[in-house]
């Protein structure tokens, strides 16, 4: 009788045992694939780069936009996107600033999608209006990326996202996905819908001068990311199967082509644009202008010497 | 000085001193904003933005010097105005070529300059005064010629 109680008892420890540790397991497994899917903890910081600020005017007022500014802006929206997100699964105020504080710790919000949203309006801007300075109403961007980085890029850039600084005038920002279909709700939530299949087609942008009408298309290089990078994304983020080593692989892909974005020119990264050419140096000029500086000294040498002589 | 080199001084005089005061009223200008190159003249002041303003002075006052020199050119206080204004030429340009000198000497990365780099460092374009030093180079034949009068 005695064994058989200790027996039941023994089994009852077991299974509440296996139920805990499942239990935590999946919490785990949950928060891990919760992190990887707002940023991308545990990634290294970018190397240093050196990426000039878009400049725009609004209502007459000289506006500067770094890269650094879009990142903070991208990282406060992702905040306040987890922050309601916890509200409603219930979590106290104290559960979430802590988890807040543990997820967002040194992000910057300079990711791959924010990065090159800034590179293509920055060469965008660039090649529409050459050395003049944009009206942020004179802006309009057509974006083929429904990610919340490249997004909230370009809403801080257009002054059309919520909160964003010195807005007087608003650009234009269209969400048109490559097979055609516009997204007319920007917010992270309803984008996240979006973000299953997205390949290199997705990593496209139009820059339009709407006083002109002009028009100029940046378009991802192939090559720019890693190969099974797309899968593998698919396989972390949506599918979220991926093993720890994948998360790990897909990690050092993601800073690769965030550090892209970041450091490499733009013929290297966009379709169509093209290696400025390196000027040949002028030596035959130089030899021309160096052999008269010469000859020359020489003459005053000898007319000098010639004046001394006599 | 006979009639024919004076009369030749005050036509060449009247021309370079004109010459010099298109230069500074361009330079002046070009000083007011980024500056401009011009086929093989720079006047960007790209190597000496904070330069630049003084240079278009410096050829404005030389191209007056020479214009108000023309008349009676072969007065002694006449000729001594074109004088100064050759001197003003020299003086500038001597700075553009020593810089070029002094700057062909070393190596971007190196301690010394490679021989292409060397030659490559006196290539196009130059400043105007570098253009002008040469025809400003006429007022030492009639320096020399007061000197033979002198005697």
């Known amino acids: 009788m005695r064994n058989a109680k200790s027996k039941m008892k023994n089994g009852k420890l077991a299974s509440k045992t296996i139920t805990i540790v499942t239990l935590l397991v999946l919490l785990a497994l949950s928060a891990a694939v919760i992190s990887v899917d707002a940023h991308m903890p545990g990634a290294k910081a970018p190397p240093a780069f050196e990426l000039s600020p878009i400049v725009i005017t609004d209502a007459g007022a000289e506006v500067e936009i770094t890269i650094e500014d879009v990142g903070n802006y991208h990282n406060e ?3 306040e996107f987890k922050r309601n997100m916890l509200k409603k699964q219930n979590k106290t105020d104290e559960e979430i600033g802590k988890i807040i504080e543990e997820e967002f710790a040194g992000v910057t919000g300079i990711c791959p999608c924010s990065s090159c949203a800034f ?8 090649e529409l209006w050459g050395d003049e300075i944009p009206e942020r109403a004179d802006i309009k961007f057509i974006s083929r990326r429904p990610t919340p980085g490249a997004t909230q890029c370009l809403q801080y850039i257009t002054g059309t996202g919520p909160k964003v600084p010195d807005v007087t005038s608003k650009g234009e920002l269209q969400l048109i996905l490559p097979d055609g279909t516009e997204v007319t709700d920007l917010s992270v939530k309803n984008l996240k819908k979006y973000m299953v299949d997205m390949d290199l087609s997705t990593w496209n942008f139009v820059i339009i001068r709407k006083s002109t009408g002009d028009e100029f298309e940046v378009q991802v290089k192939e090559g720019v990311h890693p190969e099974g990078f797309f899968e593998l994304r698919k396989k972390v983020k949506v599918e979220k199967m991926a093993t720890p080593e994948e998360i790990d692989e897909f990690r050092t892909q993601w800073e690769a082509v965030r550090d892209a974005f970041l450091t490499q020119p733009d013929w290297e990264l966009f379709e169509g644009v093209e290696e400025p050419e390196e000027e040949e140096p002028d030596v035959v000029g130089g030899a021309i202008f160096f052999s008269i500086l ?3 000294l020489g003459l005053l040498l000898v007319l000098y010497l010639r004046g001394k002589a006599r | 000085m006979n009639e024919v080199e004076e009369k030749f001084g005050q036509i060449y005089f009247a021309v370079l001193g004109a010459m010099a005061l298109v230069f500074g009223v361009a330079e002046l200008i070009a000083s007011a904003g980024e500056g401009f190159t011009w086929g093989i003249l720079d006047s960007s002041g790209a190597a000496d933005p904070m330069f630049l303003p003084w240079r278009a ?6 191209g007056f010097f020479y214009l108000g020199s023309v008349k009676n050119f072969a007065e002694i206080h006449q000729l001594a105005k074109a004088v100064m204004g050759s001197i003003m030429i020299w003086i500038v340009a001597g700075m553009a070529i020593w810089s070029r000198i002094a700057g062909s000497i070393p190596g971007e990365e190196t301690w ?11 290539a196009p374009p130059y400043c105007p005064e570098m253009f002008l030093l040469p025809f400003s180079l006429v007022i030492v034949y009639y320096i020399l010629k007061e000197k033979e009068a002198e005697k």
């Open chain 1, 119 to 126: 590179r293509a309006a920055l060469l965008g801007i660039s």
């Open chain 1, 294 to 296: 010469v000859i020359g």
């Open chain 1, 77 to 79: 929206r992702m905040i």
């Open chain 2, 57 to 62: 002075i410096i050829l404005i006052s030389v």
């Open chain 2, 112 to 122: 010394f300059n490679s021989l292409e780099g060397f030659l490559a460092s006196y």
